[in-house]
């Protein structure tokens, strides 16, 4: 609970202080992609994390990162303050309420949705457009596939659940009976 609080603190400090709209897209990619790295090692998060591990070597670690992400002047300084402040552990947080809340600044909104088959581009984009208008925003959509539901889609709009598939309509029968 606290490291959300922290990590919401930064992410608010990093949105407000780069508030133009390309700058704050490309420093959210940036530092999503520094998080996906924390992920997928566990030796980088160990070493990060390592108190007896000078922050020299921590900043040359990082620096090596994130010129081999090719991160812009802004997320160097981001990571830099973070890094500095001892909540370098903390990124993946940071990264995740930074994405959030500069989708907000943004006016877009993250969709998921879930369908039985694979969709086409075209589906795709036309699920896209149609969220758009009836959120008011600008709807950035991720898809996945799960044979489970044997036809449809779920469309998750932040909290709210929209179940058109006939595994649902199927429980909704089985229900009623």
Not at 50 to 71: C, F, H, Q, R, T
Not at 83 to 99: F, Q, S, Y
Request: glycine letters at 8%; one cysteine or more.
């Amino acid at each position: 609970m606290k490291e959300t609080i922290v990590a919401r603190r930064y992410a608010r400090a990093f949105v407000d202080t780069y508030s133009d709209p390309v700058v704050l897209e490309t420093l959210s990619g940036d530092l999503s992609s520094l998080a996906e790295l924390f992920g997928e090692s566990r030796e980088l998060a160990s070493v990060m994390g390592n108190p007896s591990i000078s922050s020299n070597v921590k900043s040359g670690i990082i620096e090596d990162l994130l010129k081999k992400n090719k991160a812009s002047k802004e997320t160097a300084k981001a990571v830099k303050v973070i890094l500095d402040n001892g909540r370098i552990t903390e990124l993946p947080i940071i990264a995740e309420e930074c994405k959030r809340l500069s989708f907000e600044a943004l006016g877009k909104v993250r969709v998921d949705v879930v369908s039985a088959m694979k969709l086409t581009k075209k589906d795709v984009e036309e699920i896209s457009d149609r969220l758009s208008r009836i959120t008011g925003k600008t709807a950035v959509v991720d898809v996945s596939v799960d044979p489970g539901l044997l036809g449809g889609i779920v469309v998750k709009v932040g909290s709210k659940v929209y179940d058109g598939s006939v595994k649902n309509q199927l429980m909704s029968l089985k229900v009623g009976l």
